[in-house]
Nanobody, 124 residues
Framework: QVQLVESGGGLVQAGGSLRLSCAAS????????VGWFRQAPGKEREFVAA????????YVADSVKGRFAISRDNAQNTVYLQMNSLKPEDTAVYYC?????????????????WGQGTQVTVSS
């Protein structure tokens, strides 16, 4: 089983960009699909984007499509979330979650492994 650590969060002005990283331990990382999720204060955790183990398939939520992109580098055991044109409503704690099953990372409650989260704050 892999362990995940997110990084790259911070404070940014509206319209700015951030790149989040999800670093994994374990030699079988490429067999895990990975999803990014976010949870704003007082709201439920929501799906943001997901990527297949090989990196050959991605899916991005409509709410961030065209602004966010997910990618991975299996040689570095890392998945990235590039966030552009950030809006105040993107403010949340961002988590990555991993699972060997693709369908599980499309759901905000089903990945078997989670990171600790990284805070993203977008000021207006």
């Amino acid at each position: 089983q892999v362990q995940l650590v997110e990084s790259g969060g911070g404070l940014v002005q509206a319209g700015g960009s951030l790149r989040l990283s999800c670093a994994a331990s374990g030699r079988t990382f490429s067999s895990y699909a990975v999803g990014w999720f976010r949870q704003a204060p007082g709201k439920e955790r929501e799906f943001v984007a997901a990527i297949y183990g090989s990196g050959g398939l991605t899916y991005v939520a409509d709410s961030v499509k065209g602004r966010f992109a997910i990618s991975r580098d299996n040689a570095q055991n890392t998945v990235y979330l590039q966030m552009n044109s950030l809006k105040p409503e993107d403010t949340a704690v961002y988590y990555c979650g991993a699972d060997p099953r693709w369908t599980q990372v499309l759901n905000s409650t089903r990945p078997t492994t989670w990171g600790q989260g990284t805070q993203v704050t977008v000021s207006s």
